[in-house]
């Protein structure tokens, strides 16, 4: 098959913008061009001399000779305004705008399907794991039962600085936004919602299940304190935010986003630093186990530059689990948690547990550990001072 020749029209120049200027630099067997490159700031100063740079979409959006549009900025509407106008006008797209993706999964499927161009975001998920692609392709028929990790770089590096290094969650949070991990608002990795977004689009692909962003619970870790970091050391655990989905028996997805007790004999437990780690289990393959690089400039700049290389043979995700699938969410299910409360709190709290293995108290605060359903840790979620670390 022949290569496709590439001209393509770049939206963003920030940490993952220029990573995939350098990474289109250093593989020249590609046949692409960036033709033009879209930036908002005109003061901002750039590694390249300005005639690559337009501040007007439309420059790129109504140049015919543009036949792949690359989406890095990191505003998320802005985002779905460029991608939806660069399919209408029939150019194939790359992303890697998760939140753009998870909050208009349906629109993005239609406007593929009505202007028949492709929509490839393999960096949207875990950077540097191919991991859509895999569930797309090699998953395609061995049947899928469960896919879990972690997927966001940032939460990670910060977990792993402040367990190991004692270094403080403040300093660690700089350090990640400062090595380009993190969302320009950090609140969407410390608080679960990037590794959601994520999660939402590996459901997609891996069950054919297309949910709302507000759907899928969430807890990220920015709540977490020391008795919760003290219990992990004691019992030889790592706490990770966990990204979980599985289909049960009745063939419905359970999913969730939580930060986790990690025991040595997971191999997620040495999943540190940026690094993500995707396990999947299915019912002829059994388990596998993915890991790589989960953000930052070229780990992220090589999955752009993966779906690109993609496009220039035609390939298009085909959704073919979408079109099968009748699967349905599931929300009447259990967890076992560990919840750090205020002493005062404890017997309001454990009454909303359905059984309780283990409870401690110390002068002002407290934890309990056991059985409660979705429903009623959704409804606690909001309490001031109450940390929930998934312990099973
Ligand atoms: N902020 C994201 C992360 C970037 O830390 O994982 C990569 O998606």
Do not use: W
């Amino acid at each position: 098959m022949t290569k496709k020749n590439l001209t393509i029209g770049l939206f963003g120049f920030g940490c993952v913008g220029y990573g995939l200027h350098e990474v289109l630099q250093r593989t020249p067997t590609l046949k692409t061009s960036i033709k033009k490159i879209c930036v908002k700031d005109k003061n901002k100063a750039r590694q390249i001399s300005a005639e690559h740079f337009t501040f007007d979409k439309n420059e790129i959006l109504n140049d015919d000779e543009i036949n792949v549009v690359v989406e890095l900025i990191d505003d998320a509407d802005a985002a779905f305004s460029i991608v939806s106008a660069a399919l209408k006008k029939g150019k194939a797209v790359v992303t890697a705008n998760k939140k753009m993706i998870a909050e208009h999964f349906n629109e993005l499927l239609e406007l593929q399907k009505t202007y028949q161009v492709p929509l490839l975001y393999e960096a949207a998920c875990c950077a540097s794991i191919p991991i859509i692609r895999n569930l797309e392709e090699y998953y395609d028929n061995d049947l899928l039962e469960s896919i879990e990790g972690i997927v966001n770089g940032s939460t990670n590096y910060i977990l792993t600085k402040t367990a190991t290094e004692k270094i403080s969650y403040a300093d660690a949070l700089l350090d990640a936004q400062q090595k380009g991990y993190a969302e320009s608002n950090p609140t969407l990795d410390t608080g679960g919602f990037d590794a959601k977004y994520k999660l939402l689009i590996l459901i997609a692909h891996a069950f054919g299940l297309v949910l709302h962003p507000n759907e899928i619970y969430n807890q990220g870790i920015d709540k977490l304190g020391e008795l919760e970091l003290n219990y992990a050391r004691e019992k030889g655990f790592k706490i990770k935010l966990i990204a979980h989905a599985h289909k049960t028996n009745e063939g419905k997805i359970e999913s969730y986003v939580l930060p986790k007790f990690i025991s040595t004999d997971d191999k997620l437990f040495s999943v540190d630093d940026v690094f993500n780690g995707v396990k999947t289990k299915s019912c002829f393959s059994d388990s596998q186990f993915f890991v790589g690089k989960g953000a930052g400039a070229h780990p992220t700049a090589s999955a752009v530059l993966s779906d690109i290389s993609a496009l220039s043979y035609d390939y298009k995700y085909e959704y073919k689990k979408l079109n099968q699938s009748v699967a349905e969410l599931e929300n009447d299910f259990s967890v076992k948690v560990f919840l750090r409360h205020k002493k005062e709190e404890q017997q309001f709290l454990q009454s909303k547990f359905s059984s309780v293995d283990e409870s401690f108290l110390n002068h002002n605060s407290g934890y309990i550990i056991g059985n409660i359903s979705l429903e009623n840790l959704k409804q606690l979620s909001e309490t001031p001072d109450l940390s929930i670390v998934l312990a099973n």
